[in-house]
C-alpha cells in the first residue's frame, strides 16, 4: 500500500512576452522585491505568435526568469494573481504591456499556471490551472500532445536544461 509523502518543492520561472524594455526592467524590479534574486534569466527569443499581435503589437520577444529558492506547488496560484495583478497595471485602455506566466520546474515537469480551463489542465483554486506543459527526461524537456508550439519547436532546450541543472543542484 502507497503511503502519503511529501511533494517536491519546485524552481519558480517566469515567462514574459513583452515588447517594450520597460516592461521588463519594472517586473524585474517587482519580482525581486516579492520573490528574491533571479539566479539565471534567458535570452530574448523572437516571438512570432500572432495570437497577441492585436493586443500586444508585433516584434514580441519571450524571456524567462529563474527565481532562487524552492516553491511549494500552491506558491504557483499566489504567483499566478500577483503576474495578473503586474498585468493590469501594465495595461493601457485594456492592453497589456506584458504577459506574465509562472511557471514551477520539478524534476520530472514544467507546470504553467493558466487562467484558460482545458481537458488537460488542472483546477488548483482561485481560477488558477495547472498546465502540463513539459515532461523532463534525464534532463531533456519532451514535449506532449498539447504542448504550445513554441516549447515544443526546442527552442527554449538550452535554457531549460539550464533551469532543470540549477533547480536539481539546489536540491542536493
Known amino acids: 500500500m502507497s503511503e502519503p509523502g511529501k511533494f517536491e518543492q519546485g524552481a519558480l520561472i517566469f515567462s514574459l512576452i513583452y515588447r517594450e524594455q520597460r516592461w521588463l526592467d519594472a517586473f524585474e524590479l517587482c519580482v525581486k522585491r516579492k520573490y528574491g534574486n533571479m539566479i539565471l534569466k534567458s535570452e530574448e527569443y523572437n516571438f512570432p ?50 504577459n506574465i506566466d509562472p511557471a514551477l520546474l520539478f524534476t520530472p515537469s514544467l507546470i504553467i499556471a493558466t487562467f484558460k480551463p482545458f481537458s488537460h489542465r488542472v483546477p ?23 504542448t504550445y508550439p513554441d516549447f515544443a519547436s526546442k527552442k527554449y532546450d538550452i535554457f531549460l536544461e539550464k533551469a532543470w541543472k540549477t533547480h536539481r543542484e539546489k536540491k542536493k
Open 124 to 146: 488548483l483554486s482561485k481560477g488558477v490551472y495547472a498546465h502540463l506543459e513539459l515532461l523532463f527526461i534525464k534532463g531533456k524537456p519532451m514535449p506532449l500532445p498539447w
Open 49 to 98: 505568435i500572432e495570437y497577441y499581435y492585436k493586443e500586444m503589437g508585433k516584434d514580441l520577444v519571450r524571456k524567462f526568469l529563474l527565481i532562487e529558492g524552492n516553491f511549494p506547488i500552491g506558491k504557483l496560484v499566489e504567483a499566478k494573481l500577483w503576474a495578473y495583478g503586474f498585468e493590469k497595471q501594465s495595461s493601457v485602455e485594456g492592453k497589456r504591456g506584458i
